[in-house]
């Protein structure tokens, strides 16, 4: 009788998935949702919002606008500058989960806000959670989003002799054209969506033939 083999070693092996990362998203403009649960009413708004200064002071003008109001908690989704706020509500129950939906969105550069008026009938911690949750949620249903395209700024010099050849190469990738110095030689500094820069380098490279020079954007200041 033949010895059992072991049939594991037969199985091909899958390569490891890499997981993909969505893009960011924003969105244009202010959207609203209001909700009403037992006797409470919590008004929520989202929109674009770049920093946090700029979030302090929209929730000021709410508080100006909701002087009755129980609270304004918020949640703002911006890079180093992000934050949330429960504006005394049980900690965790209001800014964490508000900014949780933005994450879960793939949302930047926005901002949540929810204005409660307290209507007499407590929510519990788990009721909390819920309500702020679901008036964020509920908001971005009919949130216009739109892709945020990260640009990279690149600075070049070259011969005069190759200003056209650029000029033409930078049109067809699609670049941003955003300053051009003739001196001894021409310097460009353009910006283009940072996923199609690499590809672009290389091939001036191979048309310049070693005479483009890449100069880097603090060098470029510190020359002015």
Not at 198 to 210: C, V
Request: proline letters at 6%; aromatic letters at 6%; a negative charge.
């Amino acid at each position: 009788m033949a010895p059992a083999q072991d049939f594991w070693h037969h199985i091909p092996l899958r390569p490891p998935q890499r997981k993909l990362h969505p893009m960011p998203q924003t969105i244009n403009t202010a959207i609203h949702h209001e909700l009403l649960i037992k006797k409470s009413r919590f008004i929520a708004c989202v929109q674009p919002m770049t920093d946090r200064a700029s979030a302090q002071k929209v929730v000021a003008e709410l508080w100006e606008q909701h002087p009755g109001a129980a609270h304004v908690c918020w949640a703002l989704l911006a890079g180093g500058q992000s934050a949330a706020v429960d504006d005394g509500e049980p900690s965790g129950t209001a800014g964490r989960p508000m900014l949780d939906v933005l994450r879960h969105q793939d949302l930047e550069g926005v901002l949540a806000t929810v204005v409660r008026y307290f209507g007499g009938i407590k929510l519990g911690a788990g009721g909390l959670v819920r309500a702020y949750t679901d008036s964020v949620a509920q908001a971005l249903l009919t949130a216009d989003k739109i892709q945020i395209i990260k640009q990279r700024l690149l600075i070049c010099s070259a011969p005069y002799s190759m200003e056209g050849l650029l000029r033409r190469e930078l049109e067809l990738a699609g670049a941003s054209l955003d300053n051009v110095l003739h001196a001894n030689d021409v310097q460009f500094e353009f910006s283009l969506p940072d996923n199609a820069a690499d590809a672009l380098i290389i091939r001036l490279n191979d048309a310049g033939h070693g005479r483009i020079t890449w100069i880097t954007p603090d060098d470029a200041a510190e020359a002015r």
